[in-house]
């Protein structure tokens, strides 16, 4: 794996960044554990590297994992050697299931594999070399529909943003977690675009801080007013009136409407609804799993301790203290105001509303 140190990364003028790059049989993957101090890309061509590149969080985001993972069963079905089709599709899915245990929570990893077998499965009657090349364009057009989708999602849940508004954000579901333009804050950038004021409160999101090293980061590169507080803040903020609604992103959304997101979301979510502020939810279909009647059912990965006890290099706890590290926590239907999609937003009656909007899509 070779790094290209960039001193700047691709922006598309004021939509956010894009976090994953793709030319000539390479992905590049913008290093986002060195964010926001370094800009440094890093190449992949192996689908072994790009499973530890999500796991390690060089890519995280529910979205962008999901498309680097496309590419990542495309490097793997390249390097198979198979001249029959079903001793080709039996080695592929063991490549996307190598990938798939990269990170178990955010459902759109698996959809993005599921969806490349089930492309291959669909040409099986082709020559494998075919089945191959056709794989490439799968997983560039997964990537390619990733910003349209959230460009969608952003003109439906703008709508929604009042005229100023105060908005608190948690971690990043912005372009970096995504193809291009975000979920939570690609509602942001298009209300901003819808021409209102907008001023956002940054959540820092320990332990990872990807609020303070990534939304912060994203949103300062296209000059949207933001604020960055730690995560014990947002009660108290919220009980002076500072807030007026809160949007954050999603990993996997259950059948029911419970919303799997980056721990500390449930927190914020029960807050927002001791001070009457509406809680929305950003995300794709391709995150609703009716499969799962509700959110209990959903994996929470646990990180490593590490995470916690230091930052960087600076250790913050005792040797051998406990620690427990959920990088996820599940918030009730309950408790979120509406769900935005790209199909259109659900404000209730979330099991009937989700199936129509998963399948709408269809
Ligand atoms: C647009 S989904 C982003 C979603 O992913 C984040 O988790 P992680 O940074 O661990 O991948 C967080 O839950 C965000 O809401």
Redesign the pocket.
């Known amino acids: 794996m070779q790094t290209n140190i960039s001193n700047r990364c691709a922006t598309a003028g004021g939509t956010g960044i894009k976090p994953l790059r793709y030319a000539g049989g390479v992905l590049q993957m913008l290093d986002q554990r060195k964010l926001p101090t370094e800009e440094i890309w890093l190449d992949y061509r192996d689908y072994r590297e790009v499973a530890e590149g999500i796991q390690t969080?060089v890519v995280?985001?529910?979205?962008?994992?999901g498309c680097a993972a496309a590419f990542g069963a495309w490097f793997g079905a390249r390097d198979i050697e198979a001249e029959e089709t079903g001793d080709f599709l039996d080695r592929f899915a063991a490549v996307c299931d190598h990938l798939a245990a990269s990170?178990p929570t955010?459902v759109?990893l698996s959809w993005a594999l599921q969806r490349m077998q089930g492309f291959a499965r669909n040409h099986a009657d082709r020559p494998v070399e075919q089945i191959k090349i056709a794989l490439e364009y799968e997983a560039l057009a997964i990537l390619e529909e990733d910003e349209r989708i959230n460009r969608a999602m952003g003109r439906h849940g703008q709508e929604l943003i009042p005229d100023p508004a105060r908005i608190l954000t948690?971690?990043?579901?912005?372009a970096l977690?995504?193809g291009g333009y975000?979920?939570?804050l690609g509602v942001i950038r298009a209300a901003v675009a819808a021409g209102k004021q907008v001023a956002v409160l940054a959540d820092e999101t320990r332990p990872?801080l990807?609020g303070a090293r990534l939304t912060a980061w994203e949103l300062q590169r296209d000059g949207i007013d933001t604020t960055l507080i730690c995560d014990n803040m947002a009660g108290y903020l919220m009980s002076r009136g500072l807030i007026d609604c809160v949007i954050?992103?999603?990993?996997r959304i259950a059948a029911n409407g419970d919303v799997a997101?980056?721990i500390g979301?449930y927190t914020v979510a029960v807050l927002a609804r001791e001070h009457r502020i509406p809680f929305y939810v950003a995300?794709p279909v391709s995150?609703i799993d009716l499969s799962l009647a509700d959110g209990s059912l959903i994996p929470i990965?646990q990180r490593d301790r590490r995470e916690i006890t230091h930052i960087g290099d600076i250790q913050l706890a005792p040797d051998n203290i406990g620690v427990v590290n959920p990088?996820?926590d599940v918030t009730p239907a309950r408790l979120v105001t509406a769900i935005i999609t790209e199909h259109g937003i659900a404000t209730g009656n979330y099991p009937v509303r989700l199936a129509e909007l998963v399948n709408c899509g269809g």
Request: net charge positive.
């Open positions: 969080m995280r985001g529910a979205p962008a994992i990170r955010a759109n948690h971690c990043n579901a912005g977690a995504t975000g979920t939570a990872f990807q954050v992103g999603a990993d997101n980056k979301t995300a995150t990965e990088a996820f």
